[in-house]
């Protein structure tokens, strides 16, 4: 039986770089250029998607990269282009990216996901918008999904949708998974 691809959403992708890892990650973990993963990855600045969509970066924001994944997954530019490098076209196509403000009323995504990155944007929330958007995440992911927070950031007083399963990784509370705890 053919497997739906693992779908990704990474909330606030500024310019593209954590969406690309990801990409990167899932394409070595699948050992192909082509894995079986759909990466939505949105931001409320439109500036910032352009970037991150044309996957155009100087070169000294790779250069602490290991080379054999700078040569795998990035094209060197050339003449004019020298000193940028370019994400592979096979990485760009596993990405969709799309303008979306997470106070906005209604969101351009559809889940369920497999996972949600919210990364060192909930920090810029007072907990009770923080809980508001934590329970319009939950609805949109899979009974097993997981949930990435950043560093400096703390669900577990915002909502109790979610439980804390490491240090930033949360997962849905049992009872949201339907599970018997």
């Given at each position: 039986?053919?497997?739906?691809?693992?779908?990704?959403?990474?909330?606030?992708?500024?310019?593209?770089?954590e969406p690309?890892?990801?990409?990167?990650?899932?394409?070595?973990?699948?050992?192909?250029?082509?894995?079986?993963?759909?990466?939505?990855?949105?931001?409320?600045?439109?500036?910032?998607?352009?970037?991150?969509?044309?996957?155009?970066?100087?070169?000294?924001?790779?250069?602490?990269?290991?080379?054999?994944?700078?040569?795998?997954?990035?094209?060197?530019?050339?003449?004019?282009?020298?000193?940028?490098?370019?994400?592979?076209?096979?990485?760009?196509?596993?990405?969709?990216?799309?303008?979306?403000?997470?106070?906005?009323?209604?969101?351009?995504?559809?889940?369920?996901?497999?996972?949600?990155?919210?990364?060192?944007?909930?920090?810029?929330?007072?907990?009770?918008?923080?809980?508001?958007?934590?329970?319009r995440f939950?609805?949109?992911?899979?009974?097993?999904?997981?949930?990435?927070?950043?560093?400096?950031?703390?669900?577990?007083?915002?909502?109790?949708?979610?439980?804390?399963?490491?240090?930033?990784?949360?997962?849905?509370?049992?009872?949201?998974?339907?599970?018997?705890?």
């Open positions: 039986k053919q497997q739906a691809p693992i779908a990704v959403w990474c909330s606030a992708s500024s310019t593209g770089e690309y890892s990801i990409a990167m990650t899932a394409c070595e973990a699948f050992g192909t250029l082509t894995p079986p993963v759909s990466i939505v990855a949105t931001d409320i600045d439109t500036n910032v998607l352009q970037t991150a969509a044309q996957g155009v970066y100087p070169l000294e924001r790779i250069e602490k990269m290991e080379a054999a994944r700078v040569k795998r997954f990035f094209l060197r530019g050339k003449g004019e282009k020298g000193g940028l490098v370019r994400v592979r076209p096979e990485l760009r196509e596993l990405i969709s990216f799309r303008p979306l403000n997470l106070l906005a009323a209604d969101w351009p995504v559809r889940g369920p996901f497999d996972a949600i990155f919210c990364r060192n944007v909930m920090i810029y929330f007072d907990k009770a918008t923080q809980g508001r958007i934590l329970a939950a609805p949109l992911m899979k009974p097993d999904a997981l949930l990435f927070a950043g560093h400096s950031e703390n669900f577990m007083y915002a909502s109790n949708a979610f439980r804390l399963r490491g240090r930033t990784v949360y997962e849905l509370d049992a009872a949201r998974r339907g599970v018997n705890g």
